[in-house]
């Protein structure tokens, strides 16, 4: 069935460090690809998201680029700011699997000042 | 505004006690859908409904309920709450699964003892 792998947290970055969070999903067609962000004590939110393949979603200073070829959508943001501490979920959802929606585990963000 | 809400956010039960949690969404979103959040395995779709009157089991339904008897609400009833469905539950609901992103509410931390 589909799935969805992100790497492991926690992470911990200093303000302005370069942050990259790996995605890879398994899909038996063409799903669509989205970045959810938890901050504490909250519900997820979208961040981003992309639904087709070379497609680059992209919002707050975020990105991601669907990937097909690599089956990868990893996070990347230039310059990270201590807001951006929270929990990150790569999720896609499958057309083809009746729209099945899959979660990665999450990634614990934590930025020091 | 546009919101999925969730009461109550905080539950502490005891085992075999019964309880609905409650989820209302604003936006005449068609698609709803449970989930429950567990530390290291993101989040499970426990029930999902593509519209009124039509639920579906998602991943992990043994021991919930739920009904769909108008568009805006989607309870989630645990007819005999364990320990083992303490978790931290997610309503969400989207226009429709794909393409378009999933709206979340709150969350209910529920403890069962």
């Known amino acids: 069935g589909d799935s969805v792998t992100q790497m492991e947290g926690p992470v911990t970055l200093s303000e302005e460090a370069f942050l990259t969070i790996n995605c890879t999903y398994t899909a038996t067609g063409y799903p669509s690809l989205f970045w959810y962000v938890q901050y504490p004590g909250e519900g997820l939110q979208l961040l981003l998201k992309?639904?087709?393949?070379?497609d680059k979603g992209s919002n707050k200073g975020f990105e991601a680029t669907y990937r097909k070829e690599t089956t990868s959508f990893h996070l990347e943001k230039g310059s990270v700011q201590v807001s951006d501490s929270a929990v990150y979920f790569c999720a896609l959802s499958d057309r083809n699997n009746n729209n099945d929606m899959r979660f990665g585990a999450g990634t614990r963000l934590t930025v020091k000042p | 505004e546009a919101q999925v809400t969730q009461n109550p956010r905080y539950l502490i039960t005891v085992t075999g006690k019964k309880l609905t949690v409650t989820c209302s969404q604003n936006?005449?979103?068609?698609?709803m859908s449970w989930y429950r959040q567990d530390p290291g395995l993101g989040l499970r779709q426990i029930y999902y409904?593509?519209?009124?009157?039509?639920?579906d089991k998602g991943d992990v339904p043994e021991g919930y309920k739920v009904s769909r008897k108008e568009k805006r609400n989607f309870p989630l009833i645990l007819e005999s709450p364990s320990p083992n469905q303490t978790s931290l539950y997610f309503c969400?609901?989207?226009?429709?699964?794909?393409?378009?992103?999933?709206?979340f509410g709150p969350g209910t931390r529920l403890t069962v003892t």
């Open positions: 969400a609901s989207s226009m429709v699964l794909g393409v378009y992103e999933q709206y």
């Open positions: 936006m005449n979103h068609e698609y």
């Open positions: 409904s593509m519209n009124v009157e039509v639920t």
């Open positions: 992309a639904t087709k393949a070379d």
